[in-house]
């Protein structure tokens, strides 16, 4: 394989400035290809530049009165700093995340540029449009971003089809590649029983998880009138729900009378804790552009009941590596029901899904996938 | 028709003593006797009795009668004969002798050294297996059999080097697609002969079943569908304890291993061995294995000894200790596969036979293993050029290993060496490594339990993961330069 000059644009990375889980996915990836390429990512930070896992980091100190001018401002600073190790880096492929960058973009667009969607506005406001400005501004640069790049690269089939709608980018300029995983982050020797324990619930009793925020595409209501269904049959079946959101109050009051332990926003160790003690991860989702969550049950070898929609749908095999199931309670409770009453079966099936991580979720094959993009970058 | 090709894998492993602890007084020649079960003897007296001895009688009569048989004889195997059994051994000796049979090559302790990065000690190993081979039949073996059929394309670049004509591997479906197993097939330049997993599992794995719609297994049922076959040639292997251990005489087994040979003969399949196959039938193709394959469990990979975080933290334990083992046997018997396929932890009918094959439960073989592995290294600390350094690096018992936590408990993480404690620091919580940083835990560890004074000091109140890394990975850097 030939050895490229990549140059990463990404408004945070997981070492320094870090917002979300964008960090993790764009730094993962460059360290990943840093194994085959020679990689420079352009980020925030406020510490000197260094190299990291064999990436070199080259930060700048954004300012700004509003979030648009802000990413105006950084990507003029990133792109100075860029035309000072270019003249010696001699870069072959400019890579740009998420819309933060694009008047970077804009300024070196006459390079072999690539533009990757990790999640699109329209997405991040719940599958609505907006009608503020920044909301307009923001479509704006994704719409030009996906217009100048020389290719574009979405997390999944369904983000693809977003983008390709909403933006007009034509179907031959569009690659998926999906978001990798570091599944060791994510299993864990643990005795489930101990940690059964230390939440009251008996150590033989089933444990149902969902984990995501507590607003209304992840589904956590279709969940809860789910439950009703599932503990008619199961008294014996125990539920916790992590995470905060909106429609916590209102779940709370549904689900009085079941039995549901809602323990709000929980530090990563818990959820590693709570993930390796659980029997079944549940993953309710109306919409879900990749669904990493399902990446990590099955990193933690665990069964998953999940929508059939967005990514979750590219990803499980139903009955091979998971159940897939309507957005509906019915559906969902039935999902439910038959991975508590087959508890061995279901052990098979979160084993197979470590397995497909092992095989395609690795960062390594993702780099490889990545890389055959930019082969056709210039062609 | 094509011809067939049944081989045999013995092997017996030096299992761990299950009621291993630390006793400094012991001498190094009484190591043997702490690291190792007395349940050696027992088990191979009682393997003897029902299988080596009565299947090789067997044996040894068809292969007068123009029978065709290949076996591999692993090196922990022949001690253990040669100490409490050498009567199978002289049985042993005259089929190695024998005429129509045919010895194949394999590590001599049966060991996962060809999956190690550096592949010396597998080499040596090998090279060790031979000469032992030499010694006792006169035979120097000139096709391989790695360990459990474990294989990849830098094993196959190895085997090859060693000047080997072939090797047996595992007919892996995911590796021939459409193609049949009953060719040869090359690998990096190396003759590969598959085995058929079907036929095989209708012996190793169906014969006693007793739901299985064939059941019972009849030689003659057996041999017809051996000829119904297409192809240039069946592979058949099998653990040699099949006949009389896995399954015991009561299942008739024996009478299918008596009247197998006649059967065949009777439907006009020949048997073969080895070699001649190679030299009869030139590759028909050629396979690439870039994921390491074996014949275990229903995965066909390295999942069985490589599967878990137990066995990833021992694997790669077993490999740094090379440093540490001045005289190399002991190392080298703690490599042998058996000790890493009891720590797996797989469910329905696979983890069933990982239990059955086991003497002890799938924590308590890490644990063990890890105990004896850290006293090996201790009592060798004092052989080695800085000692200071190596106390620091050693690989430490479940006790001493570093296990995190958060404030409601352990979070499932267990460093066992330096080296393992910064991987962990990438992938443990954050919150987890702040903990242990606002306690002192860390410094403290590395002070009592590693005795590094200026390590402790110099990571003492760093909160940034990175920074935590990349000061401790300068140090091990450092001190792993004091030992090579």
Known sequence: MESLNVAFFCWESLYAERVGGLASAATRLAEALAKNHNVHFFTRGWMQDQEINGVSYHYCQPQGNNTVQYCENMSNQMVDQFQQSDPQEKFDILHFHDWHPIQALHRLQDRETILTFHSTEYGRNGNQYGDWWEYKEISGKEWYGGLVAKKVTAVSTVMKHEVMQLYNVPDWKCDVVPNGIVPEQYRASIDPGDVKRAYGIHPYAPLILFIGRLVYQKGPDLFIEALRKVCRDRWDAKVIVAGDGGMRQYLQERARDLPVNFVGYIPDSEYIRLLNACDLVVIPSRNEPFGLVLLEAWSAEKPVVACDVGGLSENIDTFINGIKVQPEPESLAWGIGTMIGDPVHAQVLGRRGRTKVDRQFLWNPIANRMTDTYARVGG | ?484
């Open chain 2, 1 to 484: 028709m094509p011809d067939v090709c049944i081989g045999f894998e013995v092997h017996q492993p030096f299992r761990l003593n299950r009621h291993f602890s630390p006793d400094p007084k012991k001498k190094e020649k009484d190591l043997h006797a702490l690291y190792f079960d007395e349940l050696n003897r027992e088990v191979l007296e009682r393997v003897a009795e029902k299988c080596y001895l009565p299947a090789t009688r067997i044996i040894l009569d068809k292969l007068d009668e123009g029978f065709h048989c290949t076996f591999s004889f692993s090196g922990t195997l022949i001690e253990q004969l040669e100490k409490w059994k050498p009567d199978v051994l002289s049985l042993f000796d005259q089929v190695a002798r024998h005429r129509n049979s045919e010895i194949l090559g394999q590590t001599y302790y049966h060991s996962i050294a060809g999956c190690f990065g550096d592949k010396s000690e597998f080499v040596a190993q090998a090279g060790m297996h031979t000469d032992l081979m030499y010694d006792l039949f006169k035979i120097r073996p000139t096709v391989f059999e790695n360990t459990e059929f474990t294989f990849n394309n830098q094993i196959a670049s190895c085997v090859k080097k060693m000047g080997y004509a072939g090797i047996f591997t595992e007919g892996v479906d995911r590796i021939l697609d459409w193609r049949s197993p009953h060719h040869i097939y090359s690998c990096n330049d190396l003759p590969v002969l598959l085995r058929d997993i079907q036929l095989s599992d209708d012996i190793a794995f169906r014969f006693g079943n007793q739901g299985w719609d064939k059941y019972p297994l009849t030689a003659d049922t057996y041999a017809e569908w051996i000829s119904g076959t297409s192809g240039d040639l069946v592979n058949i292997f099998l653990d040699y304890e099949t006949f009389g251990e896995h399954f015991w005489k009561e299942t008739g087994i024996f009478n299918f291993l008596t009247y197998l040979p006649e059967e065949l003969e009777k439907r006009g399949v020949r048997t073969t061995l080895p070699t001649e196959a190679l030299e009869n039938y030139p590759p028909v193709g050629t396979i690439d294995v870039r994921d390491t394959i074996s014949w275990a469990d229903i995965e066909k990979d390295a999942s069985a000894w490589m599967g878990n975080e137990r066995q990833h933290t021992a694997y790669s334990a077993i490999q740094k200790a090379a440093t540490f083992a001045k005289g190399k046997a002991i190392w080298r018997y703690l490599q042998t596969s058996d000790h890493f396929y009891y720590m797996a932890s797989k469910y329905g009918t696979c983890g069933e036979v990982h239990n059955y094959f086991s003497h002890h439960e799938a924590d308590d073989a890490f644990k063990i293993y890890m105990a004896i592995l850290a006293d090996f290294e201790n009592r060798n600390i004092r052989f080695m050029k800085n000692k200071r350094s190596a106390k620091t690096l050693r690989t430490l018992t479940p006790e001493e290993a570093f296990h995190f936590a958060s404030p409601s408990g352990h979070v499932g993480y267990a460093a066992y060496s330096l080296d393992q404690f910064c991987d962990l620091l990438q992938v443990v919580p954050a919150d987890s490594i702040a903990y242990h940083q606002e306690r002192g835990d860390i410094a403290q560890w590395i002070e009592h339990v590693l005795f590094d004074q200026k390590l402790a000091t110099d990571i003492s109140g760093i909160t940034d993961r990175q920074d935590l890394i990349s000061t401790l990975t300068e140090r091990r850097k450092l001190l792993w330069s004091h030992l090579t």
